[in-house]
């Protein structure tokens, strides 16, 4: 069986390498890059299933980098593995189109996975910071509670698709977006939410009429 092919992006040359064995006994490695550039380059010559990198990075950061590739229409699945557990920098990341947030100090198991989730098409947050993010997304939206959250345009339609029973896929096909843009949606939905999976999402959707 094949093993998913992983690219690693970051500007010390011990934590790549430490990294390297983390990930060994999982995937196989597409290349080391120690910079933004490179790793959007690496990316586009590489074809990598995914990419394990960096916030501070030369050239281009690792969420520049990230912008880069969605512009450039490369649906790579990046997972940031980095020192920054600051809430903003997790929103921005996550805004960008992250699929992942992990926190250099987490055990290995959990870098592991979140790319595994990531390769599902999934989020993941490590869990240390994932408690401090829903509070700030619940104070931005004045705690108002679950009937004065504003979604968005975009959400309203994903949503109402959710509840039609439509896959991630099917309604990336519809809005014509990418799957990864539905599941940033989602996953915002449910942390503003304060909801725990698809599920109680699509009852919240009824309940408050909006399907």
Same mark, same amino acid.
């Given at each position: 069986?094949?093993?998913?092919?992983? &690219?690693?992006?970051?500007?010390?040359?011990?934590?790549?390498?430490?990294? @390297?064995?983390?990930?060994? +006994?999982?995937?196989?490695?597409?290349?080391?890059?120690? %910079? +933004?550039?490179?790793?959007?380059?690496? #990316?586009?010559?590489?074809?990598? %299933?995914?990419?394990? #990198?960096?916030?501070?990075? !030369?050239?281009?950061?690792?969420?520049?980098?990230?912008?880069?590739?969605? @512009?450039?229409?490369?649906?790579?699945?990046?997972?940031?593995?980095?020192?920054?557990?600051? /809430?903003?920098?997790?929103?921005?990341?996550?805004?960008?189109?992250?699929?992942?947030? /992990?926190?250099?100090?987490?055990? !290995?198991?959990?870098?592991?996975?979140?790319?595994?989730?990531?390769?599902?098409?999934?989020?993941?947050?490590?869990?240390?910071?994932?408690? %401090?993010?829903?509070?700030?997304?619940?104070? *931005? $939206?004045?705690? @108002?509670?679950?009937? #004065?959250?504003? &979604?968005?345009? *975009?959400?309203? %339609?994903?949503?109402?698709?959710?509840?039609?029973?439509?896959?991630?896929?099917?309604?990336?096909?519809?809005?014509?977006? $990418?799957?990864?843009? /539905?599941?940033?949606?989602?996953? @915002?939905?449910?942390? $503003?939410? +304060?909801?725990?999976?698809?599920?109680?999402?699509?009852?919240?959707?009824?309940?408050?009429?909006?399907?």
């Amino acid at each position: 069986m094949t093993r998913p092919r992983i &690219l690693l992006a970051d500007d010390h040359r011990i934590v790549a390498e430490g990294l @390297k064995g983390i990930l060994a +006994g999982e995937f196989e490695l597409a290349g080391v890059v120690e %910079d +933004g550039q490179k790793m959007v380059d690496a #990316a586009r010559t590489l074809h990598p %299933d995914a990419i394990v #990198a960096d916030i501070t990075m !030369p050239l281009l950061n690792g969420i520049e980098a990230l912008e880069t590739l969605r @512009k450039q229409g490369m649906e790579i699945p990046v997972i940031f593995l980095t020192m920054h557990r600051e /809430v903003e920098y997790a929103s921005l990341a996550l805004e960008a189109g992250a699929a992942g947030y /992990v926190l250099k100090h987490a055990a !290995p198991e959990e870098l592991v996975q979140a790319v595994r989730v990531a390769l599902s098409g999934g989020i993941y947050v490590s869990p240390s910071l994932a408690g %401090d993010l829903f509070q700030a997304t619940k104070a *931005r $939206s004045g705690e @108002k509670g679950e009937s #004065a959250v504003a &979604l968005t345009a *975009r959400q309203r %339609d994903i949503l109402r698709l959710l509840a039609d029973g439509r896959s991630a896929k099917e309604i990336a096909k519809t809005l014509e977006i $990418s799957s990864r843009t /539905v599941e940033f949606h989602k996953y @915002k939905m449910m942390e $503003s939410l +304060g909801l725990k999976n698809s599920a109680e999402l699509i009852q919240f959707a009824i309940k408050r009429g909006i399907v």
